[in-house]
């Protein structure tokens, strides 16, 4: 049962393009979603979130959709940069922002190309 | 301020035995979670800790099991090893005024 879904595991743009990477969600009980970068090696690091009275957050060339009707999210960067290669994953919660428990999707590979 | 620190780093286990991971979450932060991650299945949610009582759990059988100390500090086992359980295993915490915040996490084999 997979609650959070990100249907493209990977995803290749161009220096200074816009990337956009999908998550779908089928729990409509879930009230606050983050987004969350990853390198090798390392553990997730937080982006950019949104809650569910809203339905767009940004922060500086981070930007974050909510659909709420279609359960859809998406996260935009613009200008892509080469540093921002990494596994993206897009996370769920209900409750509160901060329940401790996330429901992440499978995470989609972006590669930035110089 | 000092991030989620996780010990150790990297993990090599037999089949059959238990291991024991350690997390110290970020001060003052009291809720720390459990995330298991394996190129198959993901990050998935092994269950979360706050003032040293269990708040959640995820889909995981009884072998994978955890506890939170008075200083917040956790632990997780896993007992009777399988080589399935290889994974990344991710500590993180949170504060009702911070999202997760993860450590780097421990790298379990089983062999």
């Known amino acids: 049962d997979q609650q959070v879904k990100q249907n493209s595991p990977s995803l290749s743009v161009q220096e200074g393009r816009i990337s956009i990477l999908n998550c779908d969600y089928t729990?409509?009980?879930?009230?606050?979603f983050l987004w969350y970068k990853k390198y090798p090696a390392e553990g997730p690091t937080f982006l950019i979130s949104i809650s569910s009275i809203k339905d767009k957050n940004e922060d500086g060339r981070f930007t974050v959709f909510l659909n709420k009707s279609a359960k859809h999210l998406s996260l935009h960067i613009v200008p892509s940069q080469p540093g921002d290669s990494a596994v993206y994953f897009c996370a769920a919660s209900h409750g509160s922002s901060n329940t401790g428990k996330l429901i992440f999707g499978q995470g989609t590979t972006l590669q930035v190309k110089p | 301020k000092a991030g989620v620190t996780q010990t150790p780093r990297y993990l090599i286990k037999t089949r059959g035995q238990q291991v024991t991971l350690s997390c110290s979450p970020i001060?003052?932060?009291?809720?720390v979670s459990w995330y298991q991650q394996t190129p198959g299945q993901g990050l998935q949610f092994l269950f979360e800790?706050?003032?040293?009582?269990?708040?959640n759990k995820g889909n995981f059988p009884g072998r994978f099991s955890g506890r939170q100390f008075s200083n917040s500090r956790s632990e997780m086992n896993v007992s009777t090893l399988e080589l399935g359980d290889s994974a990344l295993y991710l500590c993180a915490s949170s504060s009702p005024a911070a999202v997760e915040t993860f450590g780097s996490g421990t790298r379990l084999t089983v062999v």
């Open positions: 001060s003052g932060h009291r809720s």
């Open positions: 800790y706050f003032s040293e009582t269990q708040r």
């Open positions: 729990n409509s009980m879930f009230d606050y």
